[in-house]
């Protein structure tokens, strides 16, 4: 199942019973503004094929199988809108109806570069990922803020973390986004100077403390 039209009943469905309950079919057919008899004919094709559980008079529900996947594309969509909002300045309604478009096409491996990217703050389960905090402290990976990279060791940047979104934007301009090779060259003068892309910056330590990395 790949479509678009049948993701968005399933997400629909998700929003209106946060997948607990049942939504009566009448219910969805005004949620998304389609006609009963759309709503009936997809709730067959979904049911059959192991997403939904349709019961006469009462509505439908999402299976573990249907609310595993409508979950997965909710998530996509957070991580669309946020990177829309955070890091493109799209107002918040813009943002919503562009993820809405692009939640379908966006791969799990691409969702989960840009979560990295925009550091652990969208959902805990998010996009089916770990959370790169977590992972870090229960040893999966070694991942530490740059400024404690020592000189001449190199690693991968694993995503960017700052509450302010203008230093986000300003380290991807940089160069550091997830996958790049940086190397410490030294830390002196108040300042980190650091070779990514061929390039060598200068860092103010604070900045340094946005930017984590996975050890080599």
Request: aromatic content about 6%.
């Amino acid at each position: 199942m790949a479509t678009v039209n049948r993701e968005d009943y399933l997400v629909n469905i998700l929003r209106l019973t946060e997948g607990k309950g049942v939504a009566k079919t009448t219910e969805l057919a005004e949620f998304m503004n389609v006609s009963p008899a759309s709503v009936s004919e997809m709730v067959k094709v979904l049911s059959a094929e192991g997403f939904l559980q349709y019961e006469k008079y009462r509505g439908v529900s999402l299976t573990d199988k249907g609310l595993n996947y409508a979950r997965q594309i909710r998530k996509k969509h957070h991580v669309m809108e946020r990177f829309l909002v955070d890091y493109l300045d799209l107002d918040h309604s813009t943002a919503h109806e562009e993820a809405c478009k692009m939640e379908h096409a966006l791969s799990d491996e691409s969702a989960i570069k840009m979560c990295y990217m925009m550091g652990p703050r969208i959902d805990d389960d998010c996009v089916g990922c770990s959370n790169p905090c977590k992972a870090a402290s229960d040893g999966a990976v070694r991942i530490s803020s740059l400024d404690k990279l020592g000189e001449g060791k190199s690693g991968r940047v694993s995503y960017i973390l700052s509450d302010d979104s203008a230093t986000v934007k300003k380290l991807v301009a940089m160069g550091f986004v997830p996958g790049k090779l940086v190397t410490m060259d030294s830390s002196n003068e108040g300042l980190i100077i650091a070779r990514i892309g061929g390039s060598s910056i200068a860092l103010d330590p604070r900045l340094a403390l946005s930017i984590y990395v996975d050890a080599e």
